[in-house]
């Protein structure tokens, strides 16, 4: 039984592997946020401030898709993208990707259904002010994103949250395979089943650790915006 | 949906297309396999071998046995490396892989707690210890994943005579994860397991199991290796795929599955030459 080496070990002796896998964890879970962002934040602006029959339930259904099933999302991915499957001619599974894929469309809900509550409460709130000014649907939509971008952070922050954290989708579509499609989480996963709990704990904290200064990047991104905004 | 969104999400889509056709133009292959193979360091120690030999990247993805054959099956994997012989001929037979190639071969043993509760401890009969468990309605965790080895434990108790289906008790637990998995549970909670040698000698975790049954012929644990048939998915990369398979079926990859082991024991024994294995 070999003892191989703790977590702390690679971290403090800059293992290559080991940053190979927290920047393709960063990558992964920070592009599937940009592009739930670009999805999410329009779509929640829209409905807040659109008023069409169904829209409660859709609402509803919205807030329940913020609970998706990872590894539910993982098997429609996995399913839509493999050889068999429609988008098979892509060869997009087991690829960062695929990642990329799963977790945008787990992340996208929670952003648009944040954003839609953030957005209708400044819209209660300003609605005299801007409908005074007399901007069309797009323009009324634009100003309430910007005035409320800084709450929009904490929308992306649990987006991010959930994206690191998960490793059901990720592990089904992108395959855990070393050096290409391994991850935190996916790694974490692979040393308890190989009975390494102690550098698996090692490595949750590692991932703890980087959630933390991610968070903290995007707190103090925030205070020095509001600031220099006044 | 605004125009401007539009077109971001076309830029996306587009994007992660020419990503994946960027990973694609490299020299790699993905290869759908056991757990055994993986949880047990054997690809660690052999893949770099390959690569420098013959500079291409294996992408292993490790699955149950079941799961990796129906990986190839749907076109996800260029060629499958897994162990349960009768399941990889079905696969040849029903058109999905070209030819079957035996690689190599270890041997399951029946980990149990030190306290051996249904008295088998040292047993060379894998038959009457599997009997003796199902007597003393002694805890065993099963895999219960379709795996290479949960077919073998399911072939076992049926020599035994056992129609586990039906008589199994609340001493036996189907837990459809893993090798390391179940090991894992079986640590936790002191029951019996069948495991493969390779990944029980790479395995931390174990607390107060140990040893209960070895060295019975009918613990033999074959691997095959087997290309997935380019005419059923012309994405498969047979060329490169091929490579693969002949390099670890040659004397060089035999001698590198050979001189991997853990602590100075050996964990795998190749036999290419062997046709009838």
């Known amino acids: 039984m070999p003892d191989g080496p703790s977590a702390l070990q690679l971290v403090l002796s800059g293992d290559p ?61 996995y399913l839509a993208l493999s050889r068999s499957g429609p988008l098979g001619a892509f060869g997009l599974l087991f690829t960062p990707s695929a990642m990329i894929v799963a977790q ?63 490793v059901g989708a990720i592990i089904i579509v992108g395959g855990n395979i070393e050096g290409f499609t391994r991850t935190m989480t996916t790694a974490i996963a692979l040393e308890t089943s190989r009975g390494d709990l102690p550098l698996a704990v090692g490595l949750g904290l590692v991932l703890i650790s980087i959630v933390i200064a991610v968070n903290a990047l995007a707190w103090s991104v925030r205070r020095a915006g509001e600031r220099s905004a006044g | 949906m605004s125009m401007l969104t539009r077109r971001l999400l076309i830029a996306a889509t587009a994007s992660l297309v020419f990503a994946s056709h ?40 490790a699955q149950g046995t079941g799961q990796a054959l129906d990986t190839g099956r749907r076109g996800d994997a260029d060629v499958v490396f897994v162990h349960a012989k009768p399941a990889e001929e079905k696969f040849v037979s029903e058109g999905f892989g070209v030819r079957r190639h035996p690689v190599m071969y270890n041997d399951f043993i029946l980990i149990g707690p030190k306290s051996d509760p249904a008295g088998i401890k040292g047993s060379k009969d894998i038959v009457a210890a599997l009997s003796a468990i199902k007597a003393k309605g002694a805890d065993f965790i099963s895999r ?60 931390k975790n174990r607390g107060d199991l140990g040893i209960a049954a070895e060295g019975d012929k009918r613990l033999f644990n074959q691997y095959g290796i087997m290309l997935v048939n380019p005419e059923k998915h012309p994405s498969v990369k047979k060329d490169l795929g091929q490579q693969f398979i002949d390099w670890l079926i040659s004397s060089e990859g035999q001698k590198a599955i050979a001189g991997y082991k853990i602590n100075g024991e050996q964990l795998f024994y190749p036999n290419a030459s062997d046709s009838g294995a």
């Open chain 2, 22 to 61: 960027a990973v694609a133009q490299d020299k790699s292959i993905v290869v759908a396999s056991t757990t055994s193979t993986q949880d047990s360091g054997l690809f660690a120690h052999i893949l770099p071998m390959f690569k420098a030999r013959n500079g291409i990247d294996v992408k292993v993805v």
């Open chain 2, 144 to 203: 219960g994943d379709k795996s290479g080895t949960h077919q073998a434990e399911l072939n076992l108790w049926k020599i035994a005579g056992i129609d586990i289906a039906k008589d199994k008790g609340p001493w036996y637990k189907e837990i459809g994860q893993g090798m390391g998995a179940a090991l894992n549970t079986a640590s936790a909670s002191n029951a019996y397991v069948l495991a493969d040698r390779g990944t029980w000698l790479s395995f």
């Open chain 1, 17 to 77: 592997a080991l940053f190979a896998i927290v920047r393709l964890s960063l990558y992964v879970s920070l592009s599937a946020v940009a592009l739930a962002a670009l999805i999410g934040i329009p779509l929640g602006a829209w409905i807040a401030l659109t008023r069409f029959p169904g829209r409660q339930g859709f609402i509803v259904l919205l807030n329940a898709l913020m609970g998706l099933p990872p590894v539910v999302v993982g098997l429609a991915v």
């Open chain 1, 104 to 166: 945008t469309v787990l992340v996208a809900p929670i952003i648009a259904a944040l954003t839609r509550q953030t957005i209708e409460d400044l819209w209660l709130e300003y609605r005299d002010e801007l409908t005074a000014m007399n901007l069309g649907p797009l323009g009324r939509v634009m100003a309430l994103i910007w005035d409320a971008r800084f709450s929009l952070v904490t929308a992306l922050l649990a987006g991010f949250g959930r994206a690191a954290a998960e």
